[in-house]
């Protein structure tokens, strides 16, 4: 008889926090206000009016849309204001960012939401691998978060982690 294979981590008690988990069901594209400026560098109102006017914003539709500019000039509230107010119609959500910005604030309404009971007095690891880039905005997000509520708290994987609070007996 072969001796029995145990899964030690299992067994350990350990809860792991995915970070990504916290995108998913969230599908956002970029909005790029250079794009719509003369010379990438100035905004005409007339123009800019016109574009919105005639942009098709039903492609956002059930999305989440992230609006920034991608260079040094400079766009006044109202051009933002004007983009998010026609798009409102169709996109889930609107924020003010790029890639990574967009994906702080998913993360971190998720984190604002979510429920800490299951995590009171638990040993949790934040799992450090992931199949997207997260920011480290995230991570710092997930801390405050647990840290009151946790017995201990773990950056990495089951079999490597770093510990980066324990509560004191």
Known sequence: MADEIINKVEQSGLKTLELDSFLQG???VLF???NELYEELVLKEKDFRAFVKEH???QYEGKVLGIYCSNDAIIPMWAYML???AAAPYANQIIYGNDEQVKIELINQSVNQMNTDEYKDERVIVKGCSSVNLPEQSYINITQKLQPHVKSLMFGEACSTVPIYK???
Do not use: A, E, F, Y
Request: no cysteine; proline share 7%.
């Open 26 to 28: 969230h599908q956002w």
């Open 32 to 34: 790029d206000v250079k």
């Open 56 to 58: 098709n914003w039903k």
């Open 83 to 85: 983009i998010s107010s």
């Open 167 to 169: 509560k004191r007996p």
